[in-house]
């Protein structure tokens, strides 16, 4: 009677169970046309650094990660914050460096209410007019001649 032959770390296919999907130590990075190939780190600022090394032109300030690859992201670019990049960098090959846009403070400041010309009887409420757009000239008033 044959002796039983130890379990085989083999599977179907001839792969092994011990070859689980490797996690590459490296990563690219792409900002316009130029591509970097880098160390992976799990830390955001580490990184941050290693891009700073690759594109100056970006201030580090200003730099951001995004990717489209993620399901999550559904085929749209989406920002890598610092608080996702550990639960993220393991599952990308590649990312892209931006330039991050910053939101302005108050796009559209409150201007001034203006005084109301009660004189001319308008009884429309005043124009705000945005501080970067010129306020249109004063339409000149034409004075008709009674015609006979």
């Known amino acids: 009677m044959p002796k039983a032959s130890k379990a085989s770390a083999s599977t179907k296919g001839g792969a092994t169970r011990n070859s689980a999907k490797q996690i590459p130590k490296l990563l690219v990075l792409k900002h316009g046309q130029k591509r970097v190939m880098t160390n992976r780190h799990k830390s955001y600022e580490t990184m941050l650094d290693n891009a700073c090394k690759h594109?100056?032109?970006?201030?580090r300030d200003a730099m951001a990660f995004q990717t489209n690859k993620l399901?999550?992201?559904e085929g749209h670019y989406v920002e890598i914050t610092a608080e996702t990049w550990d639960k993220v960098v393991d599952l990308l090959s590649s990312i892209e460096v931006t330039r991050s846009e910053l939101p302005l403070r108050n796009p559209f400041p409150p201007s001034p209410p203006r005084p109301s010309n009660a004189a001319s009887g308008a009884n429309s409420l005043p124009i705000n007019y945005h501080p970067h757009?010129?306020?249109?000239?004063p339409i000149p008033k034409i004075k008709r001649r009674a015609e006979y």
Not at 55 to 59: K, L, V
């Open 55 to 59: 594109f100056p032109t970006i201030p």
């Open 71 to 73: 399901d999550i992201c």
């Open 133 to 137: 757009f010129p306020k249109p000239s």
